[in-house]
């Protein structure tokens, strides 16, 4: 037996490698509208099923202060297929991990009593009585489908998320506190928006510094799912260049290799010395003042993964 690293190519472009940026607004409350979870599941590269709802953003947010604060994540695209942060919640603060999904309308915590947590290196989350969000709030109001929304538990605003994967997550909604240390350096403890993609309008697909004649590209960039995808156009013509590419290098295919759909085996043991094979591709946008372009460039490691497989040796 001998182990074979692999690359793997991951046309569906990862954006969320190591940082992530949360725009925020400063509120005059300190509350977090935040999600109490009695029961969920894992999922890997989930996608929200349901839009967002505007009504929520319209509904924490003013807009008389913007900052930054920035999250170190935690997690990767391959094996575990999701991401997460740590934020400090509650009065006395203490860390949880938050899976910030900018393209669902919520996100929750792993809580007491938990059913079918998921390890992690923090203890479950415990929720005060008096944080409770009733279903006549107008926070719960926004959450919930159009139409009159009656709660099964007539003290709690309860909810039910999907995901496109299958899997879901149930529980009800409460407000907690926190606080957070904005990049121009004010703190402050604003409602926390989460629940929002980001589409920054038609894109033109660059490879390797030329354009692959693939324009008016339409992409969204959502946090809460491991992909941002193409369409079958934009993705056939840039595998195609990949695959030139790597014929080129006499990079062979790894047909036994089963991680990705495109995968090769050459002499490399790491993602770095896999990158220097391949090329950069790019999503090209015009500026807001349109004068100019803007481009978004993924480097080789940021649509690669390497594997490692066994296989049998022939004597």
């Not at 999600?35 to 996608?47: A, E, I, L, P, T």
């Not at 590209?217 to 946090?223: A, E, I, N, Y």
């Not at 595998?239 to 030139?244: I, R, Y």
């Not at 080129?248 to 010395?273: I, Y």
Request: include cysteine.
């Amino acid at each position: 037996m001998k182990e074979e690293d692999q690359v793997g190519v991951m046309l569906l472009l990862q954006v969320l490698q190591l940082v992530l940026l949360l725009s925020l607004c400063e509120l005059s409350s300190s509350s977090l509208a935040l999600n109490y979870v009695d029961h969920q599941h894992q999922q890997n590269g989930r996608k929200s099923v349901q839009p967002i709802t505007e009504a929520i953003a319209s509904l924490l947010l003013n807009r008389d202060f913007k900052s930054s604060v920035v999250f170190p994540i935690d997690g990767n695209v391959y094996p575990i297929g999701f991401y997460n942060v740590t934020l400090h919640i509650g009065q006395p603060s203490k860390p949880y991990f938050l899976d910030p999904d900018t393209g669902s309308d919520l996100t929750w915590l792993q809580c007491e009593p938990c059913f079918a947590c998921t390890e992690a290196p923090h203890p479950p989350y415990k929720h005060n009585n008096d944080y409770v969000v009733p279903p006549e709030d107008p926070l719960c109001k926004s959450l919930q489908p159009p139409g009159d929304y009656k709660s099964k538990t007539p003290s709690r605003c309860d909810y039910e998320i999907q995901y496109a994967d299958g899997f879901s997550s149930r529980g009800f909604l409460v407000k907690d506190v926190f606080s957070l240390n904005f990049t121009g350096g004010k703190t402050t403890k604003p409602l926390l928006a989460l629940g929002e993609h980001y589409s920054p309008g038609d894109a033109e697909l660059i490879f390797g510094g030329k354009t692959t004649g693939i324009k008016k590209l339409r992409t969204v960039f959502d946090s809460g799912a491991s992909y941002t995808y193409l369409d079958s156009h934009a993705y056939g013509t840039l595998t195609d260049l990949v695959k030139k590419e790597a014929s080129e290098k006499k990079l062979t295919v790894a047909e036994n290799d089963q991680t990705l759909s495109l995968c090769w085996e050459g002499p490399f043991k790491s993602l770095e010395e896999a990158s220097k094979y391949f090329k950069p591709m790019a999503l090209s946008f015009n500026s807001t003042d349109g004068k100019a372009r803007v481009e978004f460039e993924l480097p080789p490691d940021a649509y690669l993964i390497l594997s490692t497989y066994q296989c049998k040796e022939r004597w």
